[in-house]
């Protein structure tokens, strides 16, 4: 079973890599992605990282991102493609908050991602992937993204179609400007 759009956001409270107390209500009033990536060395989610930098103005302006990751905190706070990454970090090596969303594990996703995004796998290594260590964590974690609106109302579940799948950049970037029509297709 998976979120759905409309859902409220379930609430959390937990620390940051920094160790700072954040929770869910802390962004109640404005609009919020809580990202789920798989591991610090994931070329894949590395590439994403990459590409939500890409738009790091925009989103810093008007949609706070939570990214949330199966490494520790010790990894994630080496990883230099996070060090301007404009998003509270979330180590959750225990996965607690990954199953508090519904998260997927499936072998088959990450045979599919492998086998199809091979390419992508590569362009995630050269842009440094693996410069803070080993995988660490869970191998058949799909990443996951929930667009959350200033009443804690989730406007958009997306679980990833493999390993490699994110929401669309151009939704994020609607949903952060105030597009009503994100939520469509979740």
Known sequence: ???MSGELAPHFKTTDIHG???????????RLMLAFF???????CNLRVHELMSKATLLQEHLPIIAVFQSPA???????????????????????LFHLYEGELSV???????VLH?????????????????TLGELRLVPA????DERGIIQRAY???DVTDHLPLRDVTRFAVGDKTVHQGS
Do not use: S
């Open 1 to 3: 079973m998976t979120l």
């Open 20 to 30: 700072a107390a954040l929770q869910l209500r802390d962004f109640r009033g404005r």
């Open 38 to 44: 798989r591991f610090a060395a994931c070329p894949y």
């Open 74 to 96: 010790e990894t994630l706070l080496k990883h230099r493609n996070l060090q301007n990454f404009p998003a509270r970090i979330i180590a959750d090596p225990e996965m607690r």
């Open 108 to 114: 088959a996703k990450f045979v599919t991602g492998h």
């Open 118 to 134: 091979a390419p992508q796998w590569v362009q995630g290594v050269r842009a440094g992937a693996f410069d803070a260590g080993t």
């Open 145 to 148: 993204e929930m667009l959350i």
């Open 159 to 161: 679980y990833g179609r």
